[in-house]
């Protein structure tokens, strides 16, 4: 699919549980989304999340001088569309996240430390520059093992810490993102319609495995639910990429039943069980 330095200093709720998290006790998994250990990340999505508080002189509603690449500010009416990427398909030993928010300059070496907070480590990173925006990429492994990250618990650690710290320097994206909800400074104007917003296809990818991909409204806990409702009915998850892109969650997971291809009555299965788990209309009701 789709970072152990000082802390931070994030002000958010959520950030400080998440740092709580990285002391929890990980399960091992053999393959992504084989095992489901502490319950940590069910209580950081399902419990209350504190509001930021911001004075009204940095909340920047619509125009605003934004910081570009070369460090000068420029006036701008549009905020782009934040991007998080967690890619476990691209690189067979790391876990590759990729972050784009136009040409803005993000807190990097803070979200850096925040991850590596959570015991993990940066083996490589790069910063691309193109009409899209700019893309902050960087690999990364578990440092107790050297290895990519695997637990969907912890994927969805690094997802929220990440938005975590997108809300905490640029407040200005939080009614952009599906998070923005949750715990940012300004939830989202418009709500998208969970049966119109969800999508999910399936098919073959070869005698041996087949690729699931969803797309429906993002909300926080929504990589590890998907796991997991898969899972339940005995399907095993191999590998993946999970984006984040504004108010929607786009996944794409190669997925195998006794390491065949998904045959098509079991497809119909796997489909109908997502669109019935997703029209549920809370994080409470859906998780179990």
Known sequence: ?????????????????LAAFEK??????????????????KHLC????PRLSYSSSTMI???????????????????????????????????????????????????????????LNVVKAKVQLDSSGKHNTFSITKSSTGRKVDDPELLEAIRLTIISNLLEYHPESSAQLAMGEAFGVEAPAQKLDVDIATRIRISDDGPDRSLLSVETADRPGLLVDLVKIVTDINVAVESGEFDTEGLLAKAKFHVNYKNKALIKPLQQVVANSLRYFL???????SSF
Do not use: H, W
């Open 1 to 17: 699919m789709a970072v152990a330095m000082a802390s931070c200093g994030c002000t958010l709720g959520v950030y400080t549980k």
């Open 24 to 41: 929890q006790p990980i399960s091992k998994t053999v393959s992504f989304g084989s095992s489901f250990g502490s319950d940590t990340l």
């Open 46 to 49: 399902t419990s209350p999340k």
């Open 61 to 119: 509603p619509k125009a605003s001088a934004t910081a570009i690449e070369d460090g000068s500010y420029q006036e701008t009416d549009v905020v782009p569309t934040p991007k998080v990427i967690i890619d476990q398909d691209s690189d067979p030993n790391a876990t590759v996240v990729e972050i784009t928010f136009g040409n803005r300059l993000g807190a990097l070496l803070d979200t850096m430390n925040a991850l590596k907070n959570l015991g």
């Open 279 to 285: 029209r549920r209309p809370t994080t409470e009701e």
